[in-house]
């Protein structure tokens, strides 16, 4: 267990409101990641952060925004929910170093732009 | 171009048989790691192996195994002696370049659906 809570859990909104997705962590990682997963597709990166107020955008980054105003808090914001953003988000820490580093992920949320 | 390839969408073996998931990869980075993960019915990312570029000898956990050919560019994942619990969605991924403290950003494979039939 690598300590990372996403909430919420499952969420259903409308296209074109706001959502905030969180992600917290308790053991004090400095990289934390953003991955979507669509079927066909796998995971994709969408924003990584490292360090608070760092961050880079991934490969699917566009509608998107995030934030990291403390260690433990990573925030990913879609500004005005679409459809074709419906998907699981998996939040995630690096741990380890060298050969023992891994990605280690949180529960995910599920999120349905109807 | 993908950068990792899953060519099995789905299989099924029989319990306690030995099964190969397929990966493959594309990189012009020296420097790399090869990862695969399990996503059960639950929904959760477990990690499982983890195969550096420059590690001589396959990675091995308990029953998985990494069977590394580097000039094929294939990370092929065996598990030995399949049983229920195996069934779930397996996903390889990799990160390009040195690994740097905790910069994993991986690019995954579509996954391969794996179903133990008792």
């Known amino acids: 267990d690598a300590g990372i809570t996403q909430s919420p859990r499952h969420k259903v909104t409308e296209t074109g409101t706001p959502v905030t997705l969180r992600c917290h962590q308790t053991?004090?990682?400095?990289?934390m990641y953003w991955y979507r997963q669509d079927p066909g597709h796998g995971l994709r990166l969408i924003h990584y952060?490292?360090?608070?107020?760092?961050?880079d955008k991934g490969e699917v980054s566009d509608g998107y925004s995030v934030s990291r105003s403390k260690t433990e808090d990573f925030l990913l914001t879609l500004e005005s929910a679409t459809s074709s953003q419906t998907s699981v988000y998996f939040c995630?820490?690096?741990?380890?170093?060298?050969?023992?580093?891994?990605?280690?992920f949180g529960s995910g949320t599920q999120l349905s732009v109807l | 171009a993908q950068k990792i390839t899953q060519t099995q969408p789905g299989m099924f073996v029989q319990e306690k048989e030995a099964v190969t998931l397929d990966c493959t990869y594309d990189?012009?980075?020296?420097?790399?790691?090869l990862f695969w993960y399990k996503q059960p019915s639950s929904g959760e990312m477990i990690f499982l192996i983890y195969?550096?570029?420059?590690?001589?000898q396959n990675a091995t956990e308990g029953r998985y195994s990494l069977n590394f050919q580097k000039a094929r560019k294939s990370a092929n994942l065996v598990i030995s002696a399949s049983q229920l619990g195996d069934s779930a969605m397996y996903f390889c991924?990799?990160?390009?370049?040195?690994?740097?403290?905790?910069?994993?950003?991986?690019?995954f494979g579509t996954g391969t659906r794996l179903t133990i039939i008792p």
């Open positions: 995630a820490i690096s741990q380890g170093s060298g050969s023992n580093e891994k990605l280690f």
């Open positions: 053991e004090n990682h400095r990289y």
């Open positions: 952060s490292y360090g608070v107020k760092d961050t």
């Open positions: 990189t012009s980075d020296q420097s790399y790691g």
């Open positions: 195969q550096g570029s420059y590690d001589e």
């Open positions: 991924a990799m990160r390009e370049g040195q690994s740097n403290f905790g910069n994993e950003k991986l690019t």
